[in-house]
């Protein structure tokens, strides 16, 4: 498990918080710039970003309504710059449609699970309590984390652990939860963590953490459709930029990061014909890189937050509109 957008609240601080400041600062500088909190969580990164831009206008998406009540209360002193709206980050250009802003100077994900669904053992996030299999970030949604276990045939379960896990064990761990559900429904995390470890070998056991977590992480991300909203969200993120405007994106595990960086490569890149003598204006790139690669917090920040070690950080600029 890991955690992405949360604040000071219960000892937790917003993840590589100084260095999404000083990447988003030359695009937020602009008079009147607009940001986009595309998860915004409990609020951390986006109360940092209004105190340091006076000027700055913030919208803050969330699917989660306690993350959202949650975050009006801490960002209540920057209200009249404020825009706080339940919605799922792939709505991203619905919610700038509806505000009448079809462009902003920067847009921010810090994706994941966040700090109140991870330590309010009721939500079924984590494998360290005992409570209902739910997992769903939309507490309104009817999918939750029980009915994919108990109803999902043995095949997708495989797929699910292997693609969103990346369980090297994902056929023993369904062929187990298949067949322990047909004697009784496994309605608890601490069962199906007891049937995971159950279905991992010994000796892999020994080593790299608790055994359910990859299978905790694929159901999260199943129940909650994380990589598909993503997918869809991050090119209408880029799309929405302004030039000059920049788009951050912290990820927590190599899924996320792939897709990031895929979908930032594609923009980045000369798509003029190959042997021709110039570069062709209408193929030239649109956007920069302006990390390289992905960074990783410093030693510093994992002293004061062991949570943020599988963050991983890129970031793009518009450098020119479209054709």
Known sequence: MHVGNHGEPGGHVPVMLRRVLELLAPALDAPGAVLVDANLGLGGHAEALLAAHPDLHLIGIDRDPVAVERSTERLAPYAARTTLVRAVSDELAEVLAREGRTRVNGVLFDLGVSSPQLDEAGRGFAYSYDAPL??????????????VVNTYSEGELTRILRDYGEERFASRVARLIARERAAEPIASTKRLAEIVREAIPAATRRTGGNPAKRTFQALRIEVNGELTAFERALPQALDALVVGGRV????????EDRLSKHIIAERVKDTSPPGLPVPLPAHQPRFRSVTRGAEVPDEDELARNPRAASARLRAAERIREPE
């Open 134 to 147: 739910d997992m769903r970030m939309d507490t309104e949604q009817e999918l939750t984390a029980h009915v």
């Open 248 to 255: 951050v994106v912290l990820s927590y595990h190599s899924l």
